[in-house]
């Protein structure tokens, strides 16, 4: 949490990765009232506030790639597919629609009130959203190695924009790991229904057992917390979003950026511009091909010099 946070001051990058530190906050409050409740079973607001904080870091982290992949996509601009502001707008539209659909399927499910059919339907709802999870982790992945192929078919990829495309696969592996546990946690509860007589044994382990909680949940999200601060992306980026690499993969520029000069809500509906293709026409004005001012960036000279090193070193590696 405390590294997260200087390396945001360090980086100076507090708008992309700046929920990181938040991530950590909210993992530690899950994990003291965690402690604190193993020590006072008949506490039900504790249990509640620590499932509650525990399971809301993932997607937050799921965010934060969501904001690098976009910057990624903003320093590679012309093997983008789409425009890299809506990589943000269109995942997290739709990630807050699979929020909506577990707010829902989770109250239909809590209120005992409710006749057994509608409690039924929270239950379809909220593992409809934990599969929609997955689906846009999946298109997410999809989309980031699309670019990495492109990148790969030019011989475009030094080292610095290897490198954090990696972090970001890793740091997706390990979300996406955690979602399914989830996954098959829930759908093993939602299937338990206490009969007399029944067993111990025969519940689900994964229900059963703790262990599981910690490697599949505590351990990976630490893993993904220590991957963040060991590999931050902010090192390989520049903090200009119009900051480009040029096409010779060294030369860094500073261009006029993306203008999509379609209304917002049209942007929103159509991220890929399909509309503007069918007509012959750009979604984006090819601002690289027209030139820029070779750039220094604005993170401090010694930070963007020891970028730019690897950036050239990765280029003769890529070229050998």
Request: glycine content about 8%.
């Amino acid at each position: 949490m405390v590294t997260h946070g200087y390396q945001c001051y360090r980086y100076k990058c507090w708008k992309v990765t700046g929920l990181l530190p938040w991530c950590g906050c909210i993992y530690l409050a899950g994990f003291i009232l965690r402690e604190i409740g193993a020590f006072q079973y008949s506490n039900l607001n504790i249990y509640i506030a620590s499932i509650v904080l525990l399971y809301a870091a993932p997607p937050i982290y799921e965010l934060v790639n969501y904001f690098i992949l976009s910057r990624i996509l903003y320093y590679v601009p012309y093997h983008s597919p789409l425009h890299p502001g809506r990589v943000l707008t269109t995942f997290g539209a739709i990630s807050a629609v699979v929020e909506a659909l577990n707010a829902n399927g989770a109250a239909r499910l809590a209120n005992s009130s409710l006749s057994e059919d509608a409690q039924e339907t929270g239950r379809s709802l909220l593992k409809a959203a934990l599969c929609l999870q997955l689906g846009i982790l999946g298109a997410f992945v999809f989309l980031a190695a699309y670019f990495h192929l492109k990148c790969h078919k030019s011989s475009l990829l030094p080292s610095n924009l290897n490198n954090v495309l990696i972090t970001l696969y890793i740091s997706s592996a390990l979300i996406g790991t955690r979602t399914i546990y989830r996954t098959v946690e829930y759908f093993s509860i939602a299937d338990l229904h206490p009969e007399p007589g029944r067993e111990v044994s025969d519940i689900s382990p994964i229900i059963r057992y703790e262990w599981f909680f910690w490697v599949f949940e505590a351990s990976l999200m630490t893993c993904n917390t220590f991957l963040l601060n060991w590999r931050h992306p902010m090192r390989f980026l520049p903090r200009n979003n119009r900051i480009y690499l040029g096409k010779d993969g060294v030369t860094e520029i500073e261009g006029a950026g993306y203008q999509d000069e379609r209304r917002w809500w049209i942007t929103f509906i159509d991220p890929f511009d399909v509309y503007g293709m069918c007509k012959g026409r750009n979604m984006h004005r090819g601002f690289w091909e027209q030139g820029g001012v070779e750039s220094m960036g604005q993170g401090g000279a010694n930070h963007q010099v020891e970028r730019q090193r690897e950036v050239k070193e990765g280029h003769r590696t890529g070229a050998a």
